[in-house]
């Protein structure tokens, strides 16, 4: 609108018919999804942000908010957090008239996430579990067959049908665990860096991981 941020400082907006005094410019955000379409994150870049109370006093006709997000600092967990609110709130209210929730309970917007959408990924998890299983299925089934004058050679030899069993059993605990947390540690890396290009929090449930593991 200036030319240039720091032309911006000091100088007056019109939002909604009332002037506002420039105090600062934020960076750009920029997120490209694909080389020829348009940045994902130029909504952010037309908002601008004035004061709560100055948006309370001018803009709306009660004098408190139905809802505030908050965001807690790196290092502090969600429950520390969530309690920190909750004592305040209380000791400046004197009453319990309000309700926290945890970012996995609400959708943009402070919605409610359709359950629907709830349901969509415990189902995927189960289809990825369902056929993860038949794909370790037939991958030992052919191991079994491949290793058959081996399996015959061990129980000349005195091997039980136990033991063999056993270490069969065996390869493929070690093998799908390997492959789990394989699964798990580049989806918490792709988790990380999707949410740090688009500038949005990302949180890797441990509930979701061990279910979907």
């Known amino acids: 609108m200036f030319g ?9 907006v019109s939002i909604g018919g009332k002037h506002y005094t420039v105090v600062g410019v934020l960076e750009r955000e920029e997120f490209y999804f694909a080389a020829w379409e348009d940045n994902a994150l130029e909504y952010r870049n037309e908002r601008a942000y004035i004061p709560i109370s100055t948006a309370i006093a001018q803009h709306s006709a009660i004098d408190h908010l139905d809802f505030l997000t908050l965001k807690a600092r790196p290092g502090v967990g969600a429950g520390v957090a969530q309690a920190q609110v909750r004592s305040l709130l209380y000791a400046r209210h004197g009453v319990e008239d309000f309700d ?3 970012s996995g309970r609400r959708g943009w917007g402070g ?6 959408l709830q349901l969509h990924l415990p189902c995927r998890g189960v289809v990825s579990l369902i056929t993860g ?3 370790i299925a037939n991958i030992l089934l052919a191991s079994v067959v491949e290793r058959v004058r081996e399996f ?3 129980m000349a030899l005195g091997a039980t049908g136990g033991a063999i069993f056993a270490h069969v059993l ?10 789990g947390l394989l699964g798990l540690g580049l989806g918490t890396a792709l988790t990380g860096v999707v949410a740090h290009f688009m500038q949005m929090p990302a949180v890797v449930s441990p509930f979701i991981a061990a279910f979907r593991a």
């Open 4 to 12: 240039a941020a720091t032309r911006a400082l000091g100088q007056l």
């Open 133 to 135: 299983g038949i794909v």
């Open 100 to 102: 926290i929730r945890g």
């Open 111 to 116: 919605r409610p996430v359709p359950a629907a």
């Open 170 to 179: 065996a390869e493929v605990l070690v093998v799908t665990v390997m492959g």
């Open 152 to 154: 015959g050679t061990r």
